[in-house]
């Protein structure tokens, strides 16, 4: 079945540096990526997403990354802030089976 | 626009019991679907729907059931609660594949259920 494998599970990085997250998926039929950041106690809200057709996408900070071949894509935070200080997901959607898969998440502690 | 939501906020069961959580959503989204959020897993799919009178499994669907009557309503049912179901539980929405946009996921502020 479909699998999102995701890492580090922790991460911890002074102010100003880069974080980067990992994450691997299965089905080959999975179009679409998204990341999302859950603060403590609340839902998960997007922040970044990328579709099958395109490498790379910027926002600002964030970054995202897809090798298609490889089965890979990564999030990138540059400068990072005590605000991005959270938990992120990472998820891949089959256009099979319309499924919403996500990774077991890493907590991002960000120390100023 | 409320958006999606969920209730209650937070439950105490003991184990056998039964109850509903429920959630609407008012962006006439068709696809719905639950997660369920516990430490060191993810979030992970229970069931979904694409659209009024239809579900499907997701990832962990036992000891869970769902209905589907309406295009706002997605309740998720808990037969015979067990402490194995403590957890806190995501409702979700979104756009069908079909439509520009569909894939934003939105959650409601989740149920904190707790089976003793």
């Known amino acids: 079945g479909e699998n999102v494998e995701q890492h580090p599970s922790t991460l911890s990085v002074q102010e100003g540096d880069s974080a980067v997250i990992k994450c691997t998926y299965s089905d080959s039929a999975s179009n679409y990526f998204p990341w999302y950041k859950q603060e403590l106690g609340k839902r998960p809200q997007l922040i970044i997403d990328?579709?099958?057709?395109?490498g790379e996408k910027k926002d600002q900070r964030i970054a995202v990354t897809l090798n298609k071949t490889a089965k890979h894509f990564s999030l990138h935070i540059t400068e990072t802030q005590p605000e991005d200080s959270a938990v992120y997901f990472c998820a891949a959607l089959s256009y099979n089976t319309d499924k919403l898969i996500f990774g077991t998440g890493t907590r991002l502690q960000v120390f100023p | 626009n409320a958006g999606v939501t969920q209730t209650p906020k937070f439950q105490v069961l003991k184990t056998g019991q039964s109850m509903t959580l429920q959630c609407a959503q008012d962006m006439n989204h068709e696809y719905m679907s639950w997660y369920r959020q516990d430490p060191g897993m993810g979030l992970r799919l229970i069931h979904y729907s694409v659209g009024a009178g239809i579900t499907d499994q997701g990832e962990v669907p036992n000891g869970y059931n769902v209905s589907r009557s309406t295009t706002e309503d997605f309740p998720l049912r808990l037969l015979s609660a067990a402490p194995s179901q403590t957890s806190v539980y995501f409702c979700?929405?979104?756009?069908?594949?079909?439509?520009?946009?569909?894939?934003?996921?939105?959650f409601g502020a989740g149920s904190r259920l707790t089976v003793l």
């Open positions: 979700a929405s979104r756009r069908t594949l079909l439509r520009d946009g569909a894939n934003v996921l939105t």
């Open positions: 990328i579709r099958s057709n395109v």
